[in-house]
């Protein structure tokens, strides 16, 4: 099927848009958030993790989240050949980024909770001061106040969990296809490669669980709410296929039958499918 969302003022608004949260998200990124008092006893018990290097670093995470769109993009469009899904997934996905993001920061500077390693990033000699002022890296001490939620968590977890979604939309996990392990597993990978990232975040004690569990739920809400604008219901009979293809045919089946269209609807069950009963999954 030829691309059906061409180029018009609705499409240059979706990239407005997409382009003002990625740059919102960037310039919140250099903020200073807020500055929490710290009592002693707190800073001793609370924020006196040792201070060690990312296990899953920055430019990993990226990589990660950035490959995901791209790789689900290919698939739908040379495995598939459907140009139409390869391009609303990207709408889906760069929608999602975008507003997690500057939920995730928006939280942060607001919050200002100190990382569990707080204390060695504001005395890297491990020597408190009289009054509690901080001697080390400014640039260290202001990422260490940005605890909570976790964005390594959100991150993973709104793209991976997009992607999760449109497997089990594509595949019918949840609809047409039921009762295939298989199938089960394949949508579930991303989750698990989410749920590392996040956990990753405990282990070198750059978060608190509670950031990584409020990280990990914000992340996977949005990216399952982005993905719902683009996509029809999982559990329907159309899981996996956008709405733009099902208005579109739905429209064309209409107009071409209007005797009686439920009954047309019973007898043949995937007009909107391109008029295919299977697809090309496994």
Known sequence: MPLIRSASFNLFIEIVVRVVLFSTFCYMETMQPFTRVIQKAE??????YPHME????????WAIVL????????????????????????LAWSLALGLNGVLTDMVKLIVGRPRPDFFYRCFPDGVETKFLQCT??????????KSFPSGHSSLSFCSLGLASAWLCGRLGVLSRRRGSGLRVTACLLP?????????????????????????????????IFCYRQY?????????????IVSSVNSAKFFNGKPESPVKDIKEESTPLLNGKKDDKWI
């Open 231 to 243: 996509y029809n219901p999982l559990s329907s009979d159309l899981a996996g296929v956008p709405y």
């Open 67 to 90: 490959s995901v769109p791209c790789t689900l993009s290919l698939i739908a469009w040379a495995g598939c050949n459907d140009c139409n899904d390869a391009f609303e997934i990207l």
């Open 43 to 48: 800073l001793e018990s609370d924020y006196m």
């Open 136 to 145: 080390g890296d400014p640039t260290e001490i202001m990422e260490g106040r």
């Open 54 to 61: 990312s296990y899953v670093p920055g430019g990993t995470l």
């Open 191 to 223: 989750l698990m490669l989410a749920t590392c990232v996040a956990l990753s975040r405990s282990c070198d004690y750059h978060h608190h669980w509670q950031d990584i569990l409020v990280g990990s739920i914000l992340g996977y809400i949005v990216g």
